[in-house]
């Protein structure tokens, strides 16, 4: 089993930066995909970045696409996602998920392991 520990969510002004942390621990995640998603008040829960095994293969959502860059240190058995010019709208909470062993998804519902989730919240 592998247990995922979010952190560096926080209040920021629009147009700020946050960069959050994910830490695996229990096993390995190198050969995981692993993904960040996101859930704002009164919405869905939505695949937000997604990194492959590799760490070459990514995947963003159009609403982030050129703000994010989700990376991965195997070393630190860590994924972070960097976020940049921060919008209201990225108000949420934000969760870090590990997929099956070199199993490429965006979908939720292959992600097998969830971290608790850390809130990002935006001003204006």
């Known amino acids: 089993q592998v247990q995922l520990v979010e952190s560096g969510g926080g209040l920021v002004q629009a147009g700020g930066s946050l960069r959050l942390s994910c830490a695996a621990s229990?096993?390995?995640?190198?050969?995981?995909?692993m993904g960040w998603f996101r859930q704002a008040p009164g919405k869905e829960r939505e695949s937000v970045a997604v990194?492959?095994?590799?760490?070459?293969?990514?995947y963003y959502a159009n609403s982030v696409k050129g703000r994010f860059t989700i990376s991965r240190d195997n070393a630190k058995n860590t994924v972070y996602l960097q976020m940049n010019s921060l919008k209201p709208e990225d108000t949420a909470v934000y969760y870090c998920?590990?997929?099956?062993?070199?199993?490429?998804?965006?979908?939720?519902?292959?992600?097998?392991?969830w971290g608790q989730g850390t809130q990002v919240t935006v001003s204006s």
């Open positions: 990194i492959g095994w590799r760490g070459a293969s990514t």
């Open positions: 998920a590990a997929a099956e062993s070199y199993a490429w998804t965006v979908s939720m519902d292959r992600y097998k392991y």
């Open positions: 229990g096993r390995t995640v190198s050969s995981d995909t």
